[in-house]
Protein backbone atom coordinates (compact mmCIF):
# COMPACT_ATOMS: atom_id res chain seq x y z
CA UNK A 1 0.00 0.00 0.00
CA UNK A 2 1.55 3.80 -1.05
CA UNK A 3 2.38 6.04 1.50
CA UNK A 4 0.56 9.46 -0.07
CA UNK A 5 1.97 12.36 1.21
CA UNK A 6 0.29 15.66 1.41
CA UNK A 7 1.86 18.89 0.84
CA UNK A 8 -0.27 21.89 0.54
CA UNK A 9 0.22 25.59 1.53
CA UNK A 10 -4.09 25.50 1.85
CA UNK A 11 -5.45 25.35 5.21
CA UNK A 12 -8.20 22.62 4.48
CA UNK A 13 -11.56 23.59 6.63
CA UNK A 14 -12.72 20.00 8.55
CA UNK A 15 -16.66 19.67 9.32
CA UNK A 16 -17.55 21.68 11.56
CA UNK A 17 -20.44 21.39 14.37
CA UNK A 18 -21.93 24.54 14.77
CA UNK A 19 -25.73 23.34 13.50
CA UNK A 20 -27.21 25.94 15.91
CA UNK A 21 -30.78 25.35 16.75
CA UNK A 22 -32.41 25.57 13.12
CA UNK A 23 -29.57 22.95 12.15
CA UNK A 24 -27.06 23.22 8.79
CA UNK A 25 -27.50 25.52 6.25
CA UNK A 26 -27.81 25.43 3.20
CA UNK A 27 -24.77 24.36 0.93
CA UNK A 28 -22.21 26.78 -0.18
CA UNK A 29 -18.97 25.40 -1.05
CA UNK A 30 -16.85 22.26 -1.74
CA UNK A 31 -14.52 21.21 1.11
CA UNK A 32 -11.24 20.01 0.35
CA UNK A 33 -10.81 17.88 3.79
CA UNK A 34 -7.41 16.83 3.05
CA UNK A 35 -5.76 18.75 0.24
CA UNK A 36 -6.04 19.63 -3.21
CA UNK A 37 -2.25 17.88 -3.91
CA UNK A 38 -2.14 14.28 -3.98
CA UNK A 39 1.05 11.93 -4.67
CA UNK A 40 0.96 8.43 -5.66
CA UNK A 41 2.74 5.39 -8.04
CA UNK A 42 2.36 4.65 -11.75
CA UNK A 43 -0.01 1.79 -11.60
CA UNK A 44 -1.25 2.02 -7.75
CA UNK A 45 -4.39 3.36 -6.14
CA UNK A 46 -4.52 6.78 -4.63
CA UNK A 47 -7.06 5.64 -1.88
CA UNK A 48 -10.34 7.08 -1.16
CA UNK A 49 -9.54 7.41 2.27
CA UNK A 50 -7.40 10.18 1.09
CA UNK A 51 -9.42 11.60 -1.23
CA UNK A 52 -12.37 13.25 0.64
CA UNK A 53 -14.75 15.93 0.02
CA UNK A 54 -17.64 17.87 1.70
CA UNK A 55 -20.24 20.05 0.58
CA UNK A 56 -20.20 22.30 3.54
CA UNK A 57 -22.93 25.44 4.68
CA UNK A 58 -21.04 29.20 5.27
CA UNK A 59 -20.28 28.14 8.65
CA UNK A 60 -18.00 24.57 7.60
CA UNK A 61 -20.65 22.69 8.33
CA UNK A 62 -20.64 19.16 6.27
CA UNK A 63 -24.25 18.17 4.46
CA UNK A 64 -25.19 14.27 4.11
CA UNK A 65 -26.10 13.18 0.70
CA UNK A 66 -25.26 15.94 -1.56
CA UNK A 67 -23.60 14.58 -5.14
CA UNK A 68 -20.77 15.75 -6.30
CA UNK A 69 -19.64 15.07 -10.07
CA UNK A 70 -16.22 14.53 -11.15
CA UNK A 71 -14.28 15.23 -14.89
CA UNK A 72 -10.55 14.66 -15.70
CA UNK A 73 -9.62 17.98 -17.22
CA UNK A 74 -5.90 16.67 -18.07
CA UNK A 75 -3.86 13.97 -18.24
CA UNK A 76 -5.38 10.04 -17.83
CA UNK A 77 -5.51 7.32 -15.32
CA UNK A 78 -8.56 5.48 -13.98
CA UNK A 79 -11.59 7.73 -12.80
CA UNK A 80 -14.42 5.69 -11.51
CA UNK A 81 -17.05 6.69 -10.26
CA UNK A 82 -18.13 9.54 -12.41
CA UNK A 83 -19.73 11.19 -9.40
CA UNK A 84 -19.83 10.21 -5.57
CA UNK A 85 -22.74 11.49 -2.86
CA UNK A 86 -21.50 12.71 0.66
CA UNK A 87 -22.33 9.74 3.50
CA UNK A 88 -24.27 10.58 7.12
CA UNK A 89 -21.36 12.56 8.13
CA UNK A 90 -21.12 14.69 5.21
CA UNK A 91 -17.84 13.33 3.73
CA UNK A 92 -17.34 11.67 0.40
CA UNK A 93 -14.20 9.93 -1.49
CA UNK A 94 -13.01 8.31 -4.35
CA UNK A 95 -10.39 6.20 -5.09
CA UNK A 96 -7.46 7.30 -8.57
CA UNK A 97 -5.35 4.75 -10.16
CA UNK A 98 -2.46 6.33 -12.15
CA UNK A 99 -2.86 3.64 -15.18
CA UNK A 100 -2.25 5.69 -18.35
CA UNK A 101 0.64 7.12 -20.28
CA UNK A 102 0.86 10.41 -18.26
CA UNK A 103 1.74 10.52 -14.04
CA UNK A 104 -0.62 13.66 -13.70
CA UNK A 105 -4.53 14.46 -13.55
CA UNK A 106 -5.89 17.10 -12.56
CA UNK A 107 -9.82 16.11 -11.29
CA UNK A 108 -12.72 18.91 -11.61
CA UNK A 109 -15.08 18.57 -8.59
CA UNK A 110 -18.32 19.76 -8.90
CA UNK A 111 -21.40 20.70 -7.04
CA UNK A 112 -24.32 21.55 -9.49
CA UNK A 113 -25.06 24.72 -9.16
CA UNK A 114 -23.42 25.57 -6.42
CA UNK A 115 -19.73 25.22 -6.53
CA UNK A 116 -16.56 23.98 -8.00
CA UNK A 117 -12.85 22.65 -7.07
CA UNK A 118 -9.83 21.50 -8.97
CA UNK A 119 -7.82 19.20 -7.35
CA UNK A 120 -4.25 18.13 -8.66
CA UNK A 121 -2.48 14.17 -9.06
CA UNK A 122 0.93 13.06 -9.44
CA UNK A 123 2.80 9.75 -10.04
CA UNK A 124 6.41 9.66 -9.14
CA UNK A 125 7.81 8.89 -12.52
CA UNK A 126 10.15 9.32 -15.00
CA UNK A 127 8.53 10.74 -18.92
CA UNK A 128 11.11 12.17 -21.25
CA UNK A 129 10.02 14.24 -24.08
CA UNK A 130 8.12 17.39 -24.94
CA UNK A 131 5.62 18.01 -21.92
CA UNK A 132 7.29 15.36 -19.83
CA UNK A 133 8.08 14.52 -16.27
CA UNK A 134 10.52 13.96 -13.32
CA UNK A 135 9.59 12.46 -10.17
CA UNK A 136 6.29 14.48 -9.61
CA UNK A 137 7.53 17.65 -11.37
CA UNK A 138 6.07 18.40 -14.82
CA UNK A 139 8.23 20.53 -17.06
CA UNK A 140 5.21 22.95 -17.62
CA UNK A 141 5.50 23.49 -13.73
CA UNK A 142 6.12 26.33 -12.29
CA UNK A 143 8.32 26.70 -8.75
CA UNK A 144 5.02 27.48 -6.95
CA UNK A 145 4.00 23.81 -8.30
CA UNK A 146 7.22 22.33 -7.11
CA UNK A 147 6.90 23.50 -3.72
CA UNK A 148 2.89 22.31 -3.82
CA UNK A 149 4.20 18.46 -4.02
CA UNK A 150 7.64 19.15 -2.82
CA UNK A 151 7.59 21.17 0.07
CA UNK A 152 10.06 24.02 0.83
CA UNK A 153 13.73 22.68 -0.71
CA UNK A 154 16.51 22.42 1.56
CA UNK A 155 18.50 24.97 -0.50
CA UNK A 156 17.90 27.18 -3.66
CA UNK A 157 21.32 27.12 -5.31
CA UNK A 158 22.52 29.58 -7.98
CA UNK A 159 25.53 28.29 -9.83
CA UNK A 160 26.16 30.10 -12.89
CA UNK A 161 27.95 28.53 -15.53
CA UNK A 162 29.94 29.27 -18.88
CA UNK A 163 27.44 28.89 -21.39
CA UNK A 164 25.35 31.85 -21.24
CA UNK A 165 22.58 29.92 -19.81
CA UNK A 166 21.93 30.30 -15.73
CA UNK A 167 19.58 28.44 -13.93
CA UNK A 168 18.70 28.27 -10.87
CA UNK A 169 18.81 24.71 -8.60
CA UNK A 170 15.54 24.03 -5.98
CA UNK A 171 17.54 21.21 -4.07
CA UNK A 172 15.89 18.51 -2.65
CA UNK A 173 18.92 15.80 -2.96
CA UNK A 174 19.25 14.55 0.42
CA UNK A 175 15.75 13.58 1.06
CA UNK A 176 14.09 12.76 -2.44
CA UNK A 177 17.40 12.47 -4.68
CA UNK A 178 15.86 15.31 -6.56
CA UNK A 179 17.12 18.90 -8.01
CA UNK A 180 14.36 20.94 -9.86
CA UNK A 181 16.54 22.98 -12.66
CA UNK A 182 14.26 26.31 -13.17
CA UNK A 183 14.75 29.24 -15.44
CA UNK A 184 16.54 32.99 -14.27
CA UNK A 185 15.64 34.37 -17.51
CA UNK A 186 16.24 37.96 -16.18
CA UNK A 187 19.46 36.86 -14.50
CA UNK A 188 18.96 38.29 -11.14
CA UNK A 189 19.77 35.30 -9.12
CA UNK A 190 16.19 35.21 -7.71
CA UNK A 191 13.82 32.44 -7.56
CA UNK A 192 9.65 33.61 -7.68
CA UNK A 193 6.44 31.01 -7.91
CA UNK A 194 6.26 32.38 -11.51
CA UNK A 195 9.70 31.17 -12.25
CA UNK A 196 9.15 28.03 -14.90
CA UNK A 197 10.98 24.65 -14.50
CA UNK A 198 13.43 23.82 -17.51
CA UNK A 199 14.57 20.23 -16.22
CA UNK A 200 14.27 17.62 -13.30
CA UNK A 201 17.87 15.90 -11.86
CA UNK A 202 17.22 12.51 -10.32
CA UNK A 203 20.19 11.06 -8.53
CA UNK A 204 21.77 8.69 -6.18
CA UNK A 205 23.95 10.16 -3.20
CA UNK A 206 24.94 9.44 -0.01
CA UNK A 207 21.69 9.43 1.79
CA UNK A 208 19.44 8.49 -0.98
CA UNK A 209 18.26 7.07 -4.15
CA UNK A 210 15.67 8.35 -5.87
CA UNK A 211 13.92 5.00 -7.41
CA UNK A 212 11.64 5.84 -9.96
CA UNK A 213 11.51 5.02 -13.30
CA UNK A 214 10.53 5.51 -16.93
CA UNK A 215 7.21 3.31 -18.51
CA UNK A 216 10.54 1.04 -19.86
CA UNK A 217 12.06 0.64 -16.41
CA UNK A 218 15.35 2.71 -16.76
CA UNK A 219 15.83 5.08 -13.46
CA UNK A 220 18.98 5.66 -11.29
CA UNK A 221 21.23 2.36 -11.16
CA UNK A 222 20.48 1.05 -14.72
CA UNK A 223 22.97 0.09 -16.80
CA UNK A 224 24.14 1.91 -19.75
CA UNK A 225 23.80 -1.58 -22.18
CA UNK A 226 19.87 -1.29 -20.54
CA UNK A 227 19.61 2.38 -21.54
CA UNK A 228 21.20 1.87 -25.39
CA UNK A 229 18.80 -1.40 -25.35
CA UNK A 230 15.75 1.40 -24.87
CA UNK A 231 17.10 4.33 -26.60
CA UNK A 232 19.55 3.18 -29.11
CA UNK A 233 22.32 4.82 -30.18
CA UNK A 234 23.04 8.01 -27.95
CA UNK A 235 23.72 11.47 -30.39
CA UNK A 236 26.53 12.37 -27.06
CA UNK A 237 29.31 10.20 -25.58
CA UNK A 238 31.34 12.00 -23.48
CA UNK A 239 34.17 11.26 -20.86
CA UNK A 240 34.64 14.55 -18.05
CA UNK A 241 37.10 14.69 -15.28
CA UNK A 242 35.21 13.95 -12.45
CA UNK A 243 33.32 17.12 -10.79
CA UNK A 244 33.96 17.52 -6.80
CA UNK A 245 33.02 15.68 -4.84
CA UNK A 246 32.48 12.95 -7.36
CA UNK A 247 33.77 9.36 -6.78
CA UNK A 248 36.30 7.95 -9.55
CA UNK A 249 38.80 9.82 -11.63
CA UNK A 250 36.49 10.20 -14.63
CA UNK A 251 32.70 10.69 -15.81
CA UNK A 252 30.71 9.73 -18.73
CA UNK A 253 27.79 11.04 -19.95
CA UNK A 254 25.40 9.94 -22.55
CA UNK A 255 23.58 12.19 -24.33
CA UNK A 256 19.95 11.83 -26.33
CA UNK A 257 18.66 15.20 -27.29
CA UNK A 258 15.64 13.73 -28.83
CA UNK A 259 14.41 12.51 -25.69
CA UNK A 260 16.20 15.04 -23.24
CA UNK A 261 17.81 12.68 -21.47
CA UNK A 262 21.44 12.97 -19.94
CA UNK A 263 22.55 9.80 -18.28
CA UNK A 264 26.15 10.11 -15.71
CA UNK A 265 27.94 6.54 -14.97
CA UNK A 266 31.27 6.39 -12.90
CA UNK A 267 33.21 5.56 -15.41
CA UNK A 268 36.03 3.92 -13.37
CA UNK A 269 33.45 1.76 -11.09
CA UNK A 270 30.86 0.77 -13.22
CA UNK A 271 27.96 1.26 -15.60
CA UNK A 272 25.28 1.69 -13.84
CA UNK A 273 23.85 5.40 -13.93
CA UNK A 274 24.37 7.69 -10.68
CA UNK A 275 22.12 10.72 -12.45
CA UNK A 276 19.78 11.29 -15.05
CA UNK A 277 18.67 14.60 -16.61
CA UNK A 278 15.78 15.21 -17.76
CA UNK A 279 14.67 18.34 -20.10
CA UNK A 280 12.30 19.47 -22.52
CA UNK A 281 14.62 20.04 -25.64
CA UNK A 282 13.32 22.23 -28.24
CA UNK A 283 16.04 22.17 -31.24
CA UNK A 284 16.73 25.89 -31.91
CA UNK A 285 15.18 28.29 -34.52
CA UNK A 286 17.07 28.18 -37.89
CA UNK A 287 18.28 31.93 -36.85
CA UNK A 288 20.71 30.51 -34.75
CA UNK A 289 19.09 32.47 -31.95
CA UNK A 290 20.65 31.00 -28.10
CA UNK A 291 16.89 31.22 -26.69
CA UNK A 292 13.41 30.08 -28.10
CA UNK A 293 11.85 33.00 -26.53
CA UNK A 294 8.22 31.40 -26.82
CA UNK A 295 9.15 28.70 -24.89
CA UNK A 296 12.54 30.17 -23.12
CA UNK A 297 14.11 27.13 -23.75
CA UNK A 298 18.31 26.46 -24.53
CA UNK A 299 19.65 25.44 -27.85
CA UNK A 300 21.82 21.99 -28.17
CA UNK A 301 25.36 23.81 -27.43
CA UNK A 302 23.86 23.98 -23.86
CA UNK A 303 26.19 21.25 -21.98
CA UNK A 304 24.75 19.27 -19.17
CA UNK A 305 26.48 19.92 -15.95
CA UNK A 306 26.05 17.31 -13.39
CA UNK A 307 25.06 19.01 -9.97
CA UNK A 308 26.55 18.46 -6.83
CA UNK A 309 25.23 21.01 -4.10
CA UNK A 310 27.45 23.58 -2.80
CA UNK A 311 29.00 22.99 1.20
Excluded at 47 to 68: E, G, M, R, S, Y
Excluded at 87 to 106: E, H, K, Q, T, W
Excluded at 188 to 213: E, F, H, P, R
Amino acid sequence: MIVVLLLTLTIFLSCGDDNGPVGPGDPEKIVAINSLYYKGVMGDTIPDTVLQFAVADKNDNCLPNQQIQLYRLEGDGHLNPKSITTDSSGIAGFPYVFNGDSGYAVIRLVAEGIDSLDIFLRANTLIPGPHGQGQYVLFDDTYADVKNFNGLPASVDVIMNPFNHPFIYVNYERTLGVVVMVYDIDLDKTIYDTSSVYGVIVNTNDYITYTGTTADGIGVGSSISDIREVYMEPDTIRYDSAPPDSPGDSTVYIRDLDQGLTFYSDFTADTSVLEIHLIEWVPPPETGADINTDRALPNARIKPLRFRAPK
